[in-house]
C-alpha cells in the first residue's frame, strides 16, 4: 500500500523524509528486515515489537507497532492505520524493575533461612523443652516462614508478573483446614485488639481441588483488612458454605468494621 499520512515522529522514528513517501510503499529503499516485519501479515488490533540498532550498533530503539485494518462498507480493506510508540525507556525500565526484585528476592532468601534453622533448633527441643504454648506459637512461625518463600518464588518468576498470571498448583484439599490455620495464625493479632473471630462452617464440606498457598493468602487478607478495621471488642465471622446452584464452595468474612 502507499503512504497517505506521515506526522514528524514517524518520520524520525523511522529514518525517512515524508516528502520521499507520500504516495510511494512505506518501505520501498528500506533494506531494515525489523521494519518490514512490522507491515507483514499484519491483521487489526495486531501488536509488534521491534528493535533497531544504529549503525554502530551502540545504541538501540525499541519500538511497538499498533496497526488497525481500515474497510468500505463492503467488507473489502481499503488501507490500514499503524501507531509507532518508541518504548525504549519502558523497556529499559522494565529490565531495571526485573533486576532489581530479582536481586531482592535472592537477598531475602538467606535471612529466611536463617530463621528457619533456628525456629527447627528450638522446635526439636534441641535448644531446651518448650511448653506447649510455646510450640504452638513457634509452628505459626515457621507454616508462615514457609508461606513467605513461597510468595518469593513467585517473585522470582518474572514472566508471571509480566503476564499477570499465576499459575495454580492444584490439589484436593480441605477448605475447613484452610481457615482454621488462617484463624490460628490471625488469632494472636485479632486477641491483642479484643477482637473475636469465629468460624462458620457447613458441616461435611467436600475437598475440592485448589492451590492452598494462594487460597491461604486469600483469607489471610481478607480477615487481616476486617481485624485492621474492626472495632474494639468486635467480631469476626468466617463462613464456609456449599453453593448448591454450581457445587462450589463459597467463603465469606464478615466483620463489625
Partial sequence: GEVLL????????????????????LLE????EQLFSLTK???????KEIELFSKDDSTKKVLRSSSAVIEDESGKTIGMVSVLSDITKQKALDLMKSDFVSNVSHELRHPIGAIKQSLSVILNGSAGPLTEHQSKFLSNAQRNLERLGTLIDDLLDLAKLEARKMPL???????????DETCET???????????????IARNLPQTNLDQNKIIQVITNLVGNAIKFAPKDGKIIVEAKLVAANSKIEVSVIDTG
Fill in 186 to 200: 490471625l488469632g494472636t493479632w485479632a486477641k491483642s485488639k479484643s477482637i473475636k473471630i469465629e468460624k462458620n
Fill in 169 to 179: 498448583k492444584t490439589e484436593p484439599c480441605s477448605v475447613e483446614k484452610l481457615i
Fill in 41 to 47: 501479515n499484519i491483521s487489526g488490533g495486531e501488536k
Fill in 29 to 32: 529503499n528500506v533494506k531494515n
Fill in 6 to 25: 506521515m506526522n514528524p515522529t514517524a518520520e524520525k522514528l523511522l529514518g525517512v523524509n515524508k516528502e520521499n513517501k507520500l504516495g510511494k510503499p
